[in-house]
């Protein structure tokens, strides 16, 4: 038994997934740049100390934009990329089947668009490696099936394909709210949309958003 343990501990540092407790700001300021590449390592740094500083945490992005960096505390953090564009990160405990070491494993919600928004999620170790074998809360399937039991949705005559889902980690505990938007015809340079008024909160169980 003292074996299996040891070789979990080692799969769990090899990959990333610390046993320990991490910091948000820790796994921000390691983001790297080809995740993210609006910041560079020195934006990353200037956001963490303008906001511990009671300061406007706002830069001149890599591309000569505007981020700014909204919230932060120990385990979420909301960033303002562009005025289209906006990231959010929490950290999240992580035990898959057989594990005996608790882990955590970083939620990354990226949201893109202006009068319509979609949101793309991905999951990562703690050293940002991509981790590929979680689910996806807003794969096909799962969107399908959040359609098919919702009156308001199904009622539209739409399929799954045509909606827009925006996701939004909550600040404080381990969920993620998905809203949903039917885009309707163009408007000068703009789409207009539909929103369906329609929100499903999905939970952390320790392995996927349920």
Not at 41 to 59: P, V
Not at 103 to 125: H, L, P, R, W
Not at 140 to 162: P, R, W
Not at 183 to 197: A, L
Request: glycine fraction near 4%.
């Amino acid at each position: 038994m003292r074996y299996i343990v040891i070789v979990f501990c080692c799969v769990f540092w090899q990959l990333g997934v610390c046993a320990q407790n991490v910091e948000i700001r820790d796994v921000f300021k390691q983001m790297p740049d080809t995740i993210c590449r609006y910041l560079s390592t020195n934006n990353k740094l200037d956001l963490i100390d303008f906001l511990d500083s009671n300061m406007e945490a706002k830069i001149s992005n890599s591309f000569n934009g505007t981020t700014t960096l909204d919230v932060m505390t120990n385990d979420y953090l909301k960033a303002t990329l562009t005025p289209a564009s906006l990231l959010e990160m929490r950290l999240l405990p992580y035990k898959p089947a057989g594990a005996t070491v608790d882990g955590q494993i970083i939620c990354m919600v990226t949201t893109y668009g202006d009068s319509i928004k979609e949101s793309v999620v991905n999951f990562y170790t703690t050293g940002w490696k991509e981790i590929k074998r979680i689910k996806n809360p807003l794969s096909s399937d799962v969107i399908k099936q959040i359609v098919s039991s919702d009156s308001t949705l199904s009622s539209s005559g739409m399929g799954c394909a045509d909606y827009c889902a925006e996701a939004r980690l909550s600040s404080t505990d381990n969920t993620m709210t998905v809203s949903f938007a039917l885009p309707q015809y163009i408007e000068g340079d703009k789409i207009v949309t539909k929103h369906m008024n329609v929100l499903k909160t999905l939970k952390w169980d320790g392995t996927s958003f349920k």
